[in-house]
């Protein structure tokens, strides 16, 4: 099993980036994915989720309106497209898959500073 985070980097605020997440080892269309966060001394949290089929998904307060989820199962990648970026939002992203046992890609960071 493989979940593979690309698209962190530096970006100044109000700027947009685009996360992917590619997975490999698993049956990808049977797994809820998710991005999660993790800033500098502070816990991880959910950022956004979508189920198997793409038709339920959710968000942080903290993100709506701005961050929006997507997935293709074709190409079995999750994506995170982030707009409106703020200071706030720098931390480790992480994706993840889940269906009972849950696995975890390495992360990319993303930084957002003037």
């Known amino acids: 099993v493989q979940l593979v985070e690309s698209g962190g980097g530096l970006v100044q605020p109000g700027g947009s980036l685009r996360l992917s997440c590619a997975a490999s080892?698993?049956?990808?269309?049977?797994?809820?994915m998710t991005w999660h966060r993790q800033a500098p001394g502070k816990e991880r949290e959910l950022v956004a989720r979508i189920d198997s089929g793409g038709d339920i998904i959710n968000y942080a307060d903290s993100v709506k309106g701005r961050f929006t989820i997507s997935r293709d199962n074709t190409k079995k990648t999750v994506y995170l497209q982030m707009n409106s970026l703020e200071p706030e939002d720098t931390a480790v992203y992480y994706c993840?898959?889940?269906?009972?046992?849950?696995?975890w890609g390495q992360g990319t960071q993303v930084t957002v500073s003037s």
């Open positions: 993840s898959a889940r269906r009972g046992l849950v696995y």
């Open positions: 080892g698993f049956t990808f269309s049977s797994y809820d």
